[in-house]
């Protein structure tokens, strides 16, 4: 594997609206989910790049969310395999799917308004910004960062910041009002794109650009 691109779930891969907010804490959670424009393009676009694979990676911190009874951890991971499933429909392929279901301690102040899992609540390794969900990809791949360039596509600056942390590049499909502001004051490795399939070409001009230059 040459190029591992990771991307973010809601609001990059599916719809993310304050009425889909926390997809699967109702048992209705199917026809909530939805492909965004240009998604399963983009997917089989980045399906079609040698030496690839792709991951979803993504937060759920509505799992540690008492009120949200059926949003369990097993819930968010059907959710994942469902947009998997959805996507393959559509002949546009993922390699798998990662879920952080915790909460930083942070996380509890600025939302009084929920009552947390206090299990949940903790400083992972997982959670973007963080590599962790990054390195289980590699892991399941039998690799490390070693050679393989990453690429992390999401519409929230800390999926922008994972690709970077990564020492890679992150893409921002833009969606989260304030978003852009805080990826343009992130270190300069970085795309700001208008949607996924944009996105994904950026990642194809990028990783093609690396072959034709000799770097890995
Ligand atoms: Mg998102
Ligand atoms: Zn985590």
Not at 18 to 38: K, N, Y
Not at 43 to 51: C, K, T, V
Not at 179 to 199: M, T
Request: glycine share 8%.
């Amino acid at each position: 594997m040459k190029t591992l691109v990771c991307i973010d779930r809601d609001g990059t891969l599916i719809y993310d609206s304050p009425e889909h907010l926390f997809i699967g804490h109702t048992d209705a959670w199917r026809e909530q989910v939805r492909l965004l424009p240009g998604v399963a393009e983009g997917i089989r676009l980045l399906n079609r790049l040698p030496e690839t694979r792709l991951y979803m990676i993504t937060n759920q911190s509505g799992v540690a969310i008492k009120e949200l009874s059926l949003l369990t951890e097993q819930r968010a991971r059907e959710v994942c395999q469902y947009v998997i499933d959805v996507l393959g429909a559509h002949h546009a392929l993922l390699d798998g799917f990662f879920v952080c279901p915790h909460v930083p301690p942070e996380y509890a102040a600025q939302h009084p308004q929920y009552e947390l899992d206090e299990h949940l609540v903790c400083t992972c390794d997982c959670i973007k910004p963080r590599l962790g969900m990054v390195f289980s990809a590699l892991k399941k791949e039998g690799v490390d960062l070693t050679g393989v360039s990453v690429y992390v596509i999401g519409d929230r600056a800390s999926d922008v910041e994972t690709g970077i942390n990564a020492g890679g590049v992150g893409i921002l499909v833009p969606g989260e009002p304030g978003e852009e502001e805080k990826v343009r004051r992130l270190p300069h490795k970085y795309f700001i794109e208008k949607d996924f399939l944009s996105a994904a070409q950026r990642v194809v001009q990028q990783a093609q650009g690396k072959n034709a230059s000799g770097q890995i």
